[in-house]
């Protein structure tokens, strides 16, 4: 028997034509929300006031075809497009002007953090470099020089022993080479006395001696610390040497105090006077005043210890200046080196190389800063979207991002959010939040390309759904009966009846519907909506975003 092929009725080619239509490019579907909102108040216009037009005749069923009530897994999403950009991108900026030398890399390469890109000639850095040091050590010569000059602002003794003589007080104007101090070391007393030549060939630094003070007779023990070799004529031309005694002082010995002594057995020729073993007069190198005397008379001193202080305003300003000098100076040297760093350019991310302006053999100019080259890190991709105020709430770190690109048409590439903004662009009355999308797995997209970015909110398996254009205001839908005569005053026509539908989440196409009609039920969809709807997805296609319902009736 041959096989009959049923052929498909009027009402079976209408739906077929709403299943395409609603099936076409998605990205046709962005119209501005004014749009929208006149368009469905033209719609609802219309069913209005079609029945007053009509003269209260009865709507007719033509006009309506029917949707079957299927089950079908919904995708929630918000949608936007952009450009993608690379994880990172950087411009190699010339800096200095000189010959380029080397440049060993091309467009297309890959290079790692540190990588020597340029080498810049660098001979007219290299000299002022060695000019700035040059500059550097001058100055501290300069300012060693003034510190030395102004030691004098804190006059110290060179020799160890007990202030016998202050000339100065606290406050007194002094003038270089003023004397400031006697400084003596009185508690080693020295005392020299001529021996017959023959004797003094026996007698060795060292050897012990006994001291007789001549106007007392009091014997004092003492040590050889010196012994002459030139010869002196004595009383009698008799031939002397002298030999150095140093006696420590039982407190009352004086300067000046005569004394004779034996060494070794040996008896003085003469007799001597006793001395300060060592004494000395501390004068001023500086002028200025006296600010404060660090020491009295009488005080025991050691060597290098400052005996006052002198307060000089000239010198306090060659000194400041001197070490202002010293630091102009050290910066100018690390500067000179900071520019040096300039002549090797190296790369600053890990990346490839996009874009080669300069090669080996060019000559940059110092005028002004140039890009060398750009390189791009491709570890991954990022888009920004400008999500809708009414939506952005509903946008959260880690979703999933369904991306295509109308450079690849028929493919689809996965992102995820990785930043969701806070700071809002107003125009034109609408904010939008920029979202920040990461595409690790960009396959064949480039850097530039164009796409458009689905932000999965919700994804929703096998529920009920019918055409969104099918729900009306008051969430009813027309129910396909043949037995009905409609209901003109309410816009029903014959043919359908009203029946009232409780609704959930929606996308563009269909929206779901949780109870008040089954799977199967054919419900009508006007073909004046739907030529309102195919109107707003051809002309609205160039405007802003349509916001997505999530939950909740939809709008009209």
Aim: hydrophobic fraction near 35%; charged fraction near 25%; include cysteine.
């Amino acid at each position: 028997m041959a096989e009959v092929k049923q052929q498909p009725t009027e009402r079976d080619e209408a739906a077929r034509q709403l299943d395409e239509m609603m099936a076409g490019d998605k990205r046709k579907k962005r119209k501005k929300r004014l749009l929208i909102i006149a368009l469905c108040v033209l719609a609802v216009g219309w069913f209005i006031l079609r029945p007053m037009l009509l003269g209260g005749k009865e709507p007719q069923s033509k006009g309506y075809i029917d949707y079957a009530a299927e089950r079908r897994d919904l995708v929630i999403s918000v949608s936007d497009s952009g450009a993608l950009q690379p994880a990172d991108s950087y411009n190699i900026i010339g800096l200095v002007g000189g010959d380029v030398l080397s440049a060993d890399f091309e467009e297309g390469d890959y290079v790692e953090k540190d990588t020597l890109l340029y080498q810049i000639d660098s001979s007219d850095a290299e000299k002022s470099i060695e000019q700035a040091r040059i500059s550097l050590e001058n100055a501290g010569l300069t300012y060693e020089n003034v510190v030395d000059g102004l030691d004098g602002l804190s006059p110290k003794t060179s020799v160890e022993g007990r202030v016998t003589k202050l000339y100065v007080r606290q406050g007194d104007a002094v003038q270089a080479g003023s004397p400031l101090a006697d400084i003596a070391d009185t508690d080693n007393m020295v005392l020299e006395l001529g021996f017959h030549q023959s004797d003094a060939e026996n007698i060795c630094v060292g050897d012990g001696a006994e001291v007789t003070l001549s106007a007392t007779g009091e014997k004092l023990t003492g040590s050889v610390t010196a012994v002459s070799k030139a010869v002196i004529h004595g009383n009698g031309n008799v031939l002397l040497n002298k030999v150095e005694i140093t006696v420590s002082n039982p407190g009352g010995l004086q300067s000046g105090a005569y004394a004779t002594a034996t060494v070794k057995g040996f008896d003085c020729a003469t007799n001597g006077q006793f001395a300060a073993k060592t004494q000395t007069t501390v004068v001023s190198t500086a002028s200025g005043n006296v600010e404060k005397l660090l020491v009295s008379e009488g005080d025991r001193v050691s060597r290098e210890q400052a005996l006052l202080t002198i307060d000089s305003d000239s010198a306090q300003r060659q000194i400041r200046g001197a070490d202002l000098g010293v630091r102009s100076a050290r910066l100018s040297l690390d500067n000179a080196m900071d520019i040096m760093d300039n002549y090797s350019i190296k790369a600053p991310i890990s990346g490839t190389v996009v874009e080669k302006k300069i090669k080996a053999g060019d000559r940059l100019d110092n005028t002004s800063a140039s890009v060398l080259a750009v390189i791009y890190d491709m570890s991954y991709l990022t888009l920004t979207l400008d999500i809708d105020e009414l939506d952005i709430g509903s946008i959260e770190v880690g979703q999933r991002v369904s991306i295509e690109a109308d450079a690849l048409p028929g493919k689809t590439f996965e992102g995820y959010v990785d930043r969701v903004g806070v700071n809002g662009t107003s125009t034109a009355g609408v904010t939008t939040y920029p979202v920040r999308v990461i595409v690790e797995d960009y396959q064949d997209l480039l850097p530039g390309m164009n796409v458009t970015a689905e932000v999965i909110i919700e994804e929703a398996k096998d529920v009920l759904t019918v055409p969104i254009s099918a729900v009306s205001r008051g969430n009813t839908v027309l129910v396909a009966d043949p037995s009905s005569k409609g209901d003109a005053k309410n816009g029903v026509p014959a043919g359908y009846r009203q029946a009232e539908v409780e609704v959930g989440r929606a996308t563009d196409d269909y929206i779901e519907i949780i109870s008040g009609i089954d799977e199967g039920t054919m419900v009508g969809v006007s073909t004046a909506t739907s030529s309102l709807m195919e109107m707003m997805m051809t002309q609205g296609g160039g405007g802003g975003e349509v916001r997505v319902e999530t939950e909740g009736p939809p709008r009209d």
